[in-house]
């Protein structure tokens, strides 16, 4: 079965680069959620989209933004990155509004490496 | 607001142990309750889920069941394996309409052989 694809799996960026990560939802699955999760922490909510519009928000820093396409893929843009962002980037996706019972899936990550 | 409290790890075990980590949570409603799993360098992976109260989720070996009155969720397993060495995560779906998981802090377990 077809799983929520990320790229690029790993990335390397110096202070002030930006970055930008992509997220490719499993197929007829119209909601994606960015989530960060540090060395040995919980996944932090950053934000979400459905239907391409921006559905929640979470604690994503004013430096990064993110959108969803016509295609339902989603970008996560990363400016004047800081070596506090180096984490590993998870995307997921649900079908429709995550309801009740509607899991995410999620994707394998983006490990983000700022030096 | 809405939290999920997690025993803290790591937990060690021997294979083929008896295995408990424990989950509450706090919320209003009726949450949907879920246990992910996140292997060494992975993804998180859906592990087993419970919409409603007195639900019971099972996935490989694993259970939890959706005690309302207790406010838990707590992920059993009868015998672990090796192979079971991973962080848990429980996490919760708020019965109002949102969106975003609200996430335990994950435990840690080692099987040893």
């Known amino acids: 079965a077809a799983g929520v694809i990320q790229s690029p799996r790993h990335l390397i960026k110096e202070k002030r680069e930006t970055a930008t990560l992509k997220c490719y939802p499993i197929?007829?699955?119209?909601?994606v959620y960015w989530y960060q999760q540090g060395p040995g922490q919980d996944p932090q909510f950053l934000i979400s989209?459905?239907?391409?519009?921006?559905?929640d928000k979470g604690s994503i820093p004013d430096r990064f933004s993110a959108q969803q396409f016509s295609d339902y893929h989603s970008e996560l843009n990363m400016s004047s990155l800081e070596l506090g962002d180096s984490a590993l980037y998870f995307c997921a996706s649900s079908p429709g509004t995550s309801g009740r019972g509607n899991e995410q899936f999620f994707g394998p990550g983006t490990r983000l490496t700022v030096l | 607001g809405d939290s999920v409290t997690q025993m803290e790890g790591p937990v060690t075990l021997s294979e083929e142990a008896f295995l408990t980590i424990n989950c509450t949570y706090t919320?209003?409603?009726?949450?949907?309750l879920f246990w992910y799993v996140q292997y060494p360098g992975e993804g998180l992976q859906l592990l087993l889920k419970a919409t409603k109260a007195d639900d019971k989720g099972s996935n490989k070996g694993f259970e939890a069941t959706y005690r309302k009155e207790t406010t838990s969720f707590h992920l059993e397993k009868g015998s672990v394996q090796v192979s079971d060495s991973a962080v848990y995560f429980c996490?919760?779906?708020?019965?109002?309409?949102?969106?975003?998981?609200?996430w335990g802090a994950g435990t840690k377990l080692i099987i040893k052989p």
């Open positions: 919320a209003t409603g009726y949450p949907s």
């Open positions: 989209f459905y239907e391409k519009m921006q559905s």
């Open positions: 996490a919760l779906h708020p019965y109002r309409s949102n969106y975003q998981l609200i």
């Open positions: 197929p007829r699955h119209d909601t």
